[in-house]
């Protein structure tokens, strides 16, 4: 088994100088990028913003009580309102701004068809925002 004396006399041909090519490269494309978007930041478009301030706003919407007993009696807040009245007091009401909302109470007992007619007279007078109001047993 002969052994190879290391030496130093080889040369493998490494570089010790650090290759500028690539680095001009990318130097470059920088340079070129920033000279086509330093114009365009330049132009600019006075645009008036609105102000807003920190003070909150209360526009919470009114709320009206429409509940249906058992023998079909329809109450506006409490008092009760005929079909035509109802209609009514349903236009008034959604010409408000913000329209308010509508919660809707019936009996147990109160038939189905009376609670249809009165969330589609609140739809087609302009209500929108229904609310059901229920009970929990006892």
Same mark, same amino acid.
């Given at each position: 088994m002969a052994l190879a004396a290391f030496t130093d006399d080889e040369d493998d041909g490494l570089m010790a100088d650090i290759n500028m090519t690539p680095l001009v490269d990318v130097m470059l494309v920088l340079l070129i990028v920033f000279m086509v978007t330093i114009p365009a930041l330049r132009h600019a478009v006075n645009i008036e913003l609105p102000h807003a301030s920190s003070r909150q706003e209360d526009t919470k919407a009114a709320?009206? /009580?429409v509940?249906?007993?058992?023998?079909?009696?329809?109450?506006?807040?409490?008092?009760?309102?005929?079909?035509?009245?109802?209609? /009514?007091k349903i236009a008034a009401a959604a010409r408000g701004n913000p329209p308010p909302e509508l919660h809707l109470g019936a009996d147990r007992k109160a038939a189905y068809e009376s609670v249809a007619q009165v969330m589609s007279a609140a739809y087609a007078g302009g209500l929108t925002r229904i609310g059901f109001v229920t009970e929990p047993k006892r």
């Open positions: 709320q009206i /009580e509940s249906i007993e058992a023998d079909g009696t329809v109450l506006w807040n409490g008092q009760p309102v005929g079909p035509a009245a109802l209609r /009514e």
